[in-house]
């Protein structure tokens, strides 16, 4: 298993890398550029990117949100285009030893939440919450514009402005889109880039629905087990696999997180993990906890064990952290909270190696 973590880029994140280094046991980034979706990654600046990573001490092998442009999902003639350059970048980032590209195929928006920072009562500190009453009431333009203002002038993943200012026209446009037209243009898409990434060396990872339900009517089509069964036999191939996020499937207290990922596991459709706890509040309802078991719903040990036990050598990053101890940063992407859930893990990885009679 390689620990890894989030970071934006010096001009973005608050968080120097050399603090990321300092986490024990942390090997690398899930790094990203800030590029529009759609947009072919220019070469130079990864190589920037990855030599300052380097430079710090630390691994750059797998890419997040290279982000797919909303013509792809929508299946418009314009998405062979935008497909030739997502083809471009993943040999761009291949040759420079990307083994991972993390993505996903959710309309619209990425991961959404009601509140980005609902203080905690047990202990003071804050995260990120959903309610779907909230929701409701909002509606998808007040739902941005809430984000927008309580991300504290950070652009949060997914929710790249220039991705937003279309949103009206999008969302009309998603009208005649249902789950089925969703997957064909998956499967195109698919058919196009696994081919390149066998070649290349890379597997690409979706990343589920989050929440793990669909949102404002729009179609939504991984967000269970069931959904990825469908996803990874869209294109069969080692390189088409999933980015396995405990908490974006847990949001659905249906999903059982360990059996999933034995399941996908076994089959070798791991490419990533995101692992973090969440909290059930009630139906459509949750808020994130620490990454500790029993300040959440989630079995963070049978987690680790079913990782441990069928993807090994996978990648792993904290996800998600509280914010503690006063931190100012972007929501959910703090150093401190991410960094006590790193530890923990390695915690739990190293008491399974050992108890199974292997040196951690
Ligand atoms: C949220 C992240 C996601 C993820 C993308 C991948 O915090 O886990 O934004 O990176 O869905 O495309």
Redesign the pocket.
């Given at each position: 298993m390689k620990m890894t973590f989030?970071w934006y880029g010096s001009q973005s994140d608050p968080i120097p890398l050399k603090y990321v280094k300092q986490i024990p046991g942390m090997t690398g980034l899930m790094g990203l550029l800030d590029k529009p979706a759609g947009v072919d990654w220019p070469e130079d600046e990864f190589v920037a990117l990855k030599k300052e990573v380097n430079d710090a001490g630390l691994e750059i092998e797998v890419i997040?949100?290279v982000?797919v442009h909303e013509d792809i999902k929508m299946g418009l003639p314009s998405r062979d285009e935008y497909i030739a350059n997502y083809i471009s970048t993943i040999r761009m980032l291949a040759k420079h030893g990307v083994k991972v590209i993390?993505?996903?195929f959710?309309p619209v928006f990425?991961?959404l939440r009601t509140d980005l920072a609902r203080v905690i009562p047990e202990d003071g500190s804050n995260s990120l919450y959903f309610d779907e009453k909230d929701l409701g009431e909002m509606g998808p333009l007040e739902i941005v514009r809430k984000t927008a203002e309580e991300s504290h002038g950070f652009t949060l993943?997914?929710w790249e402005p220039e991705r937003l200012a279309l949103l009206e026209k999008t969302l009309k446009q998603y009208e005649n889109i249902g789950p089925d037209d969703l997957r064909k243009n998956f499967k195109y898409f698919l058919d196009a880039v696994i081919p390149v990434c066998e070649e290349v060396g890379v597997r690409m990872a979706c990343?589920p629905d989050?929440p793990a339900w669909p949102i404002f009517g729009l179609p939504r089509i991984t967000h269970s087990q069931a959904d990825f069964d469908k996803m990874v036999q869209l294109h069969d191939s080692p390189a088409n696999t999933l980015?396995l996020?405990t908490g974006?499937l847990g949001s659905n207290p249906d999903n059982d997180i360990p059996a999933i990922i034995r399941h996908f596991g076994e089959m070798d459709r791991i490419g990533a993990m995101?692992v973090r706890n969440v909290k059930y509040l009630g139906h459509h309802h949750f808020r994130e906890a620490a990454h500790l078991s029993s300040t959440g719903d989630l079995d963070l040990y049978e987690i680790m064990k079913a990782i441990h036990d069928t993807v090994p050598d996978t990648y792993i990053r904290p996800?998600?952290g509280r914010m503690i101890w006063d931190e100012q940063g972007r929501p959910?992407y703090g150093l401190y909270d991410r960094a006590l859930g790193a530890a923990y893990l390695n915690g739990l990885w190293e008491a399974i190696e050992k108890g199974e009679g292997k040196h951690a």
């Open positions: 989030r997040e949100s982000n993390v993505y996903n959710m990425d991961w993943p997914g990343h989050d980015c996020c974006s995101h996800d998600h959910g």
